[in-house]
């Protein structure tokens, strides 16, 4: 049986580096590309494809995770494999919330990708050791770990937001917020909005420019 691939990245050279591999494989037919997220649902939904493998960052536009979610909402959806560099907890548990069946990094070596994409094909969790082990952590300490909210909340102060600004890009009070961070200082021990982008960062929860 022939796993039918969608390769979803704004980078060309990425793309042709990816299709190079996955051609080398005789169960792997790669029938469609997206240069952007949007491309990518709507590919999704017109081509007979298996599995998508994701990127999430497109530049501006629609995210990979957004992109996940409307693919995968749809009945009969072909599995969506997250192939990206970042490993911090906000893209993982963003992914793994849309729905991905997988999360991949993208040095990952052509046999570990290839396994990936056939156990995301039989409706299986691929995931890249240090994926797992990081959700492996949140799930032994959950009390220290940041929710999703959170997470989301830190990545836009990181982004140079005010609280003004992420009450009106998350739909919350700025009260919600503010309270949101009071949670986040206390779990990583910090007092300061430049401390806890700081301690998350070196602590890959979190991506910093």
């Known amino acids: 049986m022939t796993i039918r691939l969608l390769l979803a990245d704004d980078h060309p050279v990425v793309r042709a580096g990816l299709r190079?591999?996955?051609d080398t494989e005789a169960d792997f037919a790669v029938v469609a590309e997206a240069a952007t997220a949007e491309r990518a649902v709507e590919l999704a939904a017109r081509e007979p494809v298996d599995v998508v493998l994701m990127d999430l960052q497109f530049g501006p536009g629609m995210h990979g995770s957004e992109a996940t979610a409307l693919i995968t909402a749809r009945p009969?959806?072909?599995?969506v494999l997250v192939l990206t560099t970042y490993d911090t907890d906000a893209d993982i548990l963003a992914a793994v919330e849309a729905g991905a069946s997988g999360y991949l990094l993208?040095?990952?070596p052509p046999e570990e990708l290839a396994a990936a994409v056939r156990t995301a094909a039989a409706g299986q969790s691929?995931?890249?050791p240090a994926v797992a082990l990081r959700l492996m952590d949140r799930m032994r300490t959950p009390a220290e770990a940041l929710t999703k909210r959170e997470?989301?909340?830190?990545?836009l102060v990181a982004d140079g937001l005010s609280n003004q600004q992420i009450s009106k890009q998350l739909f919350?009070?700025?009260?919600t917020v503010k309270s949101h961070?009071?949670?986040v200082y206390a779990k990583l021990g910090v007092e300061s909005r430049t401390?806890?982008?700081?301690?998350?960062?070196t602590r890959r929860l979190i991506r910093t420019p």
Not at 172 to 175: F, H, I, M
């Open 20 to 22: 190079a591999v996955l």
């Open 76 to 79: 009969g959806a072909p599995r």
């Open 106 to 108: 993208k040095d990952a």
């Open 126 to 128: 691929a995931l890249a």
């Open 151 to 155: 997470l989301e909340v830190l990545q």
């Open 172 to 175: 919350l009070s700025q009260a």
């Open 181 to 183: 961070l009071v949670h």
């Open 195 to 201: 401390a806890a982008v700081a301690a998350a960062s």
